[in-house]
């Protein structure tokens, strides 16, 4: 099974992105877990699951280092949310 994003904004933030996915049995129990897009469903046996998919934003410091230099090279300010992402 696949799980597969689509970008459509083809910016550098989509490489601080991972995601993982896992399944759990009706219990809650992990029965499958993948930092891939790829999910091997021919090892689960019938019955339901749950499918979680985690993303994680992780913006490197050198990133955080280069826009506040910006920021003063233009004497701009970012906004709130861009902030926040940082």
Do not use: C
């Amino acid at each position: 099974m696949y799980a597969r994003d689509l970008n459509q904004s083809y910016n550098k933030i989509g490489t601080f992105v991972s995601k993982q996915i896992t399944i759990l049995d009706r219990s809650g129990l992990i029965v499958q877990h993948s930092p891939t897009n790829i999910i091997d469903g021919s090892a689960l046996e019938t019955g339901q699951y749950q499918l979680q998919i985690n993303y994680d934003l992780n913006v490197p410091q050198y990133y955080i280092r280069t826009i506040r230099d910006l920021e003063r090279q233009y004497d701009i300010n970012l906004t709130e949310r861009e902030n926040h992402i940082l």
